[in-house]
């Protein structure tokens, strides 16, 4: 089946490192994404990885994919109370047609 | 400033009354989708319509009815509104036609049925 599933809250001081995780169920992903809600607004796009590759570095965004577990991880450095936001895992899946099934979303709190 | 416009912002409307969302995009996308946002339970997509002409149902299609009569408009219908579709709706789109489906949303409807 597809399922996409994340922890709904993470609290974290400001200055230390976020660790947001996601566990997909589908094999068929072609592309894994994580986007950012931020209060009283839609979702953008944050960073993505492809599904052959293990890890993805974008400034202080580290994207960790375990294809074998179906793992996924977005790891923040130095987070920052502007980092305080909805973030939601999703994949693509080819079915045909491609579709995007999105994660509940995990809720971070930044403390200053 | 290219992008999707979702109207109204937000809305109280009376159980039994029908309601349209409107949703408009400017980057001559061919996908689009309308998904509720509800606490706990993420995105759940309505509708869906991967190109002018077309439409699909989603997960939660119940209740709801969409249109895409041009590349730009994809309204969604509510006909006779409920108080479990008190929810979040956003629009959203995607150029389609490759793996890599980059989804861009509007910044959403806030709605309440009473």
């Known amino acids: 089946g597809e399922d996409v599933e994340q922890s709904l809250f993470l609290s974290v001081r400001e200055g230390d490192s976020s660790v947001i995780n996601c566990t997909y169920t589908d094999s068929s992903s072609t592309y894994l994404y994580w986007y950012k809600q931020e209060p009283g607004a839609g979702l953008q796009l944050l960073t993505y990885?492809?599904?052959?590759?293990d890890m993805k570095q974008d400034q202080r965004l580290t994207v960790l994919l375990n294809k074998k577990d179906k793992h996924l991880s977005l790891r923040i450095a130095d987070t920052q109370t502007g980092d305080s936001a909805i973030y939601f895992c999703a994949e693509s899946l080819n079915t045909g047609g491609f579709k995007t099934i999105f994660g509940a979303g995990t809720r971070l709190f930044v403390k200053a | 400033i290219a992008g999707i416009t979702q109207a109204p912002t937000s809305q109280i409307l009376a159980a039994g009354r029908r309601m349209t969302l409107r949703c408009t995009q400017d980057m001559r996308h061919n996908a689009m989708y309308w998904y509720r946002q509800d606490l706990g339970l993420g995105l759940r997509l309505i509708h869906y319509s991967n190109t002018a002409g077309t439409t699909g149902k989603g997960e939660v299609p119940d209740g709801y009815s969409v249109s895409r009569a041009n590349t730009d408009d994809f309204p969604l219908t509510l006909a006779s509104a409920v108080p479990s579709q008190t929810s979040v709706y956003f629009c959203a789109s995607t150029p389609g036609g490759g793996s890599y489906n980059e989804q861009f949303f509007g910044p959403g409807t806030r709605l309440t049925v009473l």
């Open positions: 990885i492809f599904s052959n590759m």
